[in-house]
Protein backbone atom coordinates (compact mmCIF):
# COMPACT_ATOMS: atom_id res chain seq x y z
CA UNK A 1 0.00 0.00 0.00
CA UNK A 2 1.53 3.40 -0.99
CA UNK A 3 2.71 5.55 1.96
CA UNK A 4 0.28 8.67 1.11
CA UNK A 5 -2.79 6.02 0.86
CA UNK A 6 -1.64 4.04 4.48
CA UNK A 7 -1.20 7.21 6.05
CA UNK A 8 -4.83 8.40 4.61
CA UNK A 9 -6.25 5.43 6.23
CA UNK A 10 -4.91 6.30 9.34
CA UNK A 11 -6.32 9.74 9.89
CA UNK A 12 -9.88 8.04 9.13
CA UNK A 13 -9.48 5.54 11.62
CA UNK A 14 -8.12 8.58 14.58
CA UNK A 15 -10.85 10.73 13.39
CA UNK A 16 -12.86 8.10 13.97
CA UNK A 17 -12.00 7.27 17.04
CA UNK A 18 -10.49 10.11 18.79
CA UNK A 19 -12.65 12.65 17.88
CA UNK A 20 -16.15 11.65 18.19
CA UNK A 21 -16.37 12.94 22.65
CA UNK A 22 -18.86 11.00 24.60
CA UNK A 23 -18.73 11.71 28.10
CA UNK A 24 -15.18 10.76 28.21
CA UNK A 25 -13.90 10.71 31.71
CA UNK A 26 -11.07 12.90 32.95
CA UNK A 27 -7.27 11.48 32.88
CA UNK A 28 -6.30 9.70 35.51
CA UNK A 29 -3.76 11.10 38.33
CA UNK A 30 -5.11 14.54 39.54
CA UNK A 31 -4.30 15.93 42.94
CA UNK A 32 -7.48 18.60 42.87
CA UNK A 33 -10.73 17.67 40.89
CA UNK A 34 -13.84 20.01 41.18
CA UNK A 35 -16.14 16.96 40.67
CA UNK A 36 -19.09 17.41 43.43
CA UNK A 37 -18.18 20.53 44.65
CA UNK A 38 -20.97 23.81 44.27
CA UNK A 39 -20.31 25.73 41.21
CA UNK A 40 -19.30 29.37 41.39
CA UNK A 41 -20.47 31.94 38.74
CA UNK A 42 -23.93 33.38 38.75
CA UNK A 43 -24.60 33.86 35.07
CA UNK A 44 -21.98 34.87 32.61
CA UNK A 45 -19.31 33.86 35.40
CA UNK A 46 -19.28 36.86 37.37
CA UNK A 47 -18.29 35.21 40.57
CA UNK A 48 -15.06 33.49 40.88
CA UNK A 49 -13.90 31.16 43.27
CA UNK A 50 -10.35 30.19 43.96
CA UNK A 51 -8.66 27.00 44.61
CA UNK A 52 -5.88 25.81 45.91
CA UNK A 53 -4.03 22.14 46.14
CA UNK A 54 -0.49 21.32 47.43
CA UNK A 55 1.75 18.98 46.63
CA UNK A 56 5.35 17.76 47.38
CA UNK A 57 7.68 17.63 44.60
CA UNK A 58 9.22 14.10 43.97
CA UNK A 59 11.12 15.32 40.33
CA UNK A 60 13.31 17.96 39.76
CA UNK A 61 11.01 18.88 36.71
CA UNK A 62 7.09 18.92 37.00
CA UNK A 63 4.82 19.57 34.73
CA UNK A 64 1.32 21.04 35.53
CA UNK A 65 -1.65 20.74 33.76
CA UNK A 66 -5.25 22.07 34.11
CA UNK A 67 -7.70 19.80 32.73
CA UNK A 68 -11.69 21.53 31.49
CA UNK A 69 -14.93 20.36 30.43
CA UNK A 70 -18.10 22.44 30.59
CA UNK A 71 -20.94 20.76 28.09
CA UNK A 72 -23.90 23.78 28.63
CA UNK A 73 -21.65 26.83 29.20
CA UNK A 74 -17.58 27.87 29.58
CA UNK A 75 -15.84 28.12 32.70
CA UNK A 76 -13.33 31.12 32.94
CA UNK A 77 -10.33 30.36 34.59
CA UNK A 78 -7.63 32.64 35.66
CA UNK A 79 -4.51 33.99 37.50
CA UNK A 80 -2.78 30.24 37.73
CA UNK A 81 0.24 29.92 39.97
CA UNK A 82 2.25 27.97 41.41
CA UNK A 83 4.75 28.71 44.68
CA UNK A 84 7.18 27.41 46.37
CA UNK A 85 6.20 26.98 50.31
CA UNK A 86 9.41 25.59 51.69
CA UNK A 87 11.59 27.58 49.89
CA UNK A 88 9.30 30.67 49.15
CA UNK A 89 9.28 31.79 45.49
CA UNK A 90 7.14 33.92 43.40
CA UNK A 91 4.79 32.24 40.50
CA UNK A 92 7.11 29.74 38.63
CA UNK A 93 4.10 29.38 35.98
CA UNK A 94 4.26 31.66 32.64
CA UNK A 95 1.39 33.96 31.62
CA UNK A 96 -0.51 32.56 34.73
CA UNK A 97 -2.91 35.61 33.80
CA UNK A 98 -3.18 34.90 30.22
CA UNK A 99 -2.52 38.67 29.21
CA UNK A 100 0.69 37.56 27.08
CA UNK A 101 -0.81 36.80 23.69
CA UNK A 102 -1.42 33.26 21.76
CA UNK A 103 0.07 30.77 19.41
CA UNK A 104 -0.89 27.63 17.85
CA UNK A 105 0.15 24.67 19.46
CA UNK A 106 -1.32 21.15 18.61
CA UNK A 107 -3.98 22.74 16.33
CA UNK A 108 -5.21 25.59 18.80
CA UNK A 109 -4.37 28.93 17.76
CA UNK A 110 -5.42 30.28 20.83
CA UNK A 111 -2.77 28.43 22.89
CA UNK A 112 -1.95 30.79 25.50
CA UNK A 113 1.68 31.72 25.51
CA UNK A 114 4.15 29.82 27.76
CA UNK A 115 1.75 26.93 27.62
CA UNK A 116 0.94 23.98 25.85
CA UNK A 117 -2.66 23.00 24.55
CA UNK A 118 -3.86 19.28 24.60
CA UNK A 119 -7.15 17.95 23.06
CA UNK A 120 -6.68 14.35 23.57
CA UNK A 121 -10.67 13.31 23.51
CA UNK A 122 -11.29 15.48 20.36
CA UNK A 123 -13.22 17.65 22.05
CA UNK A 124 -15.32 20.60 20.60
CA UNK A 125 -15.43 24.06 21.91
CA UNK A 126 -12.02 23.85 23.22
CA UNK A 127 -10.64 26.22 25.08
CA UNK A 128 -9.30 29.81 23.99
CA UNK A 129 -7.58 33.04 25.62
CA UNK A 130 -10.66 35.34 25.68
CA UNK A 131 -9.44 39.10 26.81
CA UNK A 132 -12.96 40.22 27.22
CA UNK A 133 -13.94 37.86 30.56
CA UNK A 134 -15.57 39.41 33.48
CA UNK A 135 -13.15 40.57 35.73
CA UNK A 136 -11.92 38.43 38.20
CA UNK A 137 -10.67 38.99 41.67
CA UNK A 138 -7.55 40.79 41.17
CA UNK A 139 -9.27 43.04 38.27
CA UNK A 140 -7.55 41.04 34.89
CA UNK A 141 -10.52 40.69 32.13
CA UNK A 142 -8.21 38.25 30.28
CA UNK A 143 -9.00 34.53 30.61
CA UNK A 144 -8.73 31.01 29.50
CA UNK A 145 -11.99 30.30 28.63
CA UNK A 146 -13.07 26.91 28.08
CA UNK A 147 -16.34 25.40 27.27
CA UNK A 148 -14.97 21.59 26.04
CA UNK A 149 -17.62 19.72 25.16
CA UNK A 150 -18.58 16.02 26.25
CA UNK A 151 -14.47 15.64 27.07
CA UNK A 152 -11.81 17.48 28.68
CA UNK A 153 -9.06 19.45 26.75
CA UNK A 154 -6.16 20.86 28.90
CA UNK A 155 -3.32 23.38 29.20
CA UNK A 156 0.06 22.81 30.51
CA UNK A 157 3.45 23.81 31.21
CA UNK A 158 6.47 22.38 32.90
CA UNK A 159 8.93 24.01 35.96
CA UNK A 160 11.41 23.31 37.79
CA UNK A 161 11.25 22.10 41.20
CA UNK A 162 13.00 21.20 44.41
CA UNK A 163 13.04 16.91 45.38
CA UNK A 164 11.09 17.35 48.57
CA UNK A 165 9.79 20.77 48.65
CA UNK A 166 5.77 21.73 49.26
CA UNK A 167 4.53 23.72 46.16
CA UNK A 168 0.86 25.28 46.46
CA UNK A 169 -1.15 25.48 42.92
CA UNK A 170 -3.69 28.00 43.06
CA UNK A 171 -6.34 29.34 40.66
CA UNK A 172 -9.73 31.02 40.20
CA UNK A 173 -12.41 29.69 38.38
CA UNK A 174 -16.08 30.69 37.57
CA UNK A 175 -19.03 29.20 35.68
CA UNK A 176 -21.22 30.38 33.31
CA UNK A 177 -24.47 28.51 33.01
CA UNK A 178 -25.97 30.18 35.89
CA UNK A 179 -26.88 27.64 38.05
CA UNK A 180 -26.07 29.49 41.12
CA UNK A 181 -28.67 31.79 40.24
CA UNK A 182 -31.13 30.23 38.54
CA UNK A 183 -31.92 27.26 40.53
CA UNK A 184 -31.53 24.57 37.32
CA UNK A 185 -29.12 21.86 36.95
CA UNK A 186 -26.38 21.56 36.83
CA UNK A 187 -25.66 23.11 40.50
CA UNK A 188 -22.35 20.74 41.14
CA UNK A 189 -19.18 20.35 39.10
CA UNK A 190 -19.56 16.74 37.79
CA UNK A 191 -16.88 14.69 35.55
CA UNK A 192 -19.56 12.99 33.68
CA UNK A 193 -22.69 13.70 31.95
CA UNK A 194 -25.53 12.41 34.61
CA UNK A 195 -28.55 13.64 33.24
CA UNK A 196 -28.60 11.14 30.21
CA UNK A 197 -27.31 13.52 27.39
CA UNK A 198 -23.86 12.14 26.56
CA UNK A 199 -23.40 13.62 23.13
CA UNK A 200 -23.69 17.19 22.83
CA UNK A 201 -24.00 20.73 24.84
CA UNK A 202 -27.23 19.67 26.74
CA UNK A 203 -25.46 17.45 29.19
CA UNK A 204 -24.52 18.43 32.53
CA UNK A 205 -20.83 17.28 32.86
CA UNK A 206 -18.39 20.77 34.23
CA UNK A 207 -15.46 20.33 35.71
CA UNK A 208 -11.65 21.20 36.26
CA UNK A 209 -8.84 19.29 37.27
CA UNK A 210 -5.02 20.05 37.99
CA UNK A 211 -2.53 17.80 37.78
CA UNK A 212 1.27 17.90 39.06
CA UNK A 213 3.13 15.20 37.11
CA UNK A 214 7.09 14.18 35.98
CA UNK A 215 7.60 15.78 32.73
CA UNK A 216 8.08 13.59 29.96
CA UNK A 217 9.22 13.69 26.36
CA UNK A 218 6.70 14.88 23.64
CA UNK A 219 5.09 11.90 22.16
CA UNK A 220 5.46 10.02 19.17
CA UNK A 221 5.15 11.02 15.98
CA UNK A 222 2.06 9.05 15.12
CA UNK A 223 0.38 10.55 18.70
CA UNK A 224 1.23 13.99 17.25
CA UNK A 225 -0.50 13.43 14.20
CA UNK A 226 -3.69 12.21 15.87
CA UNK A 227 -3.35 15.17 18.01
CA UNK A 228 -3.12 17.51 14.98
CA UNK A 229 -5.78 16.04 13.07
CA UNK A 230 -8.17 16.20 15.82
CA UNK A 231 -7.11 19.94 16.49
CA UNK A 232 -7.97 20.38 12.79
CA UNK A 233 -10.99 18.74 12.89
CA UNK A 234 -12.75 20.34 16.53
CA UNK A 235 -11.77 23.87 14.71
CA UNK A 236 -14.45 23.08 12.27
CA UNK A 237 -16.87 22.14 14.58
CA UNK A 238 -16.35 24.90 17.16
CA UNK A 239 -19.67 25.61 19.14
CA UNK A 240 -20.37 29.41 18.94
CA UNK A 241 -19.84 31.16 22.27
CA UNK A 242 -21.22 34.10 24.34
CA UNK A 243 -18.15 36.18 24.99
Known amino acids: MPLAIALAFVAVIV ?43 TFKSTAITFAFRDDPADISFNEASVTDLTTPSGNLLTNGNFTGGVYTDNGNP ?40 QAYDEISQTTATTVGDSYQISFYVAESSGCSTNGGPPCNFSALSTNGDTTDSGGNGIDVLAYAQPAVPEPASMALLGTALCGAYVLLRRRPRLY
Request: contains cysteine; glycine residues 14%; aromatic residues 12%.
Open 15 to 57: LQTRCWAQNNPPPAGAILDLNGTPIPGGGNGITYQQYMVDFTA
Open 110 to 149: FTPVGWTYANPFGTVSGGVVNSSCNPDPLGNSTCWFDGAL
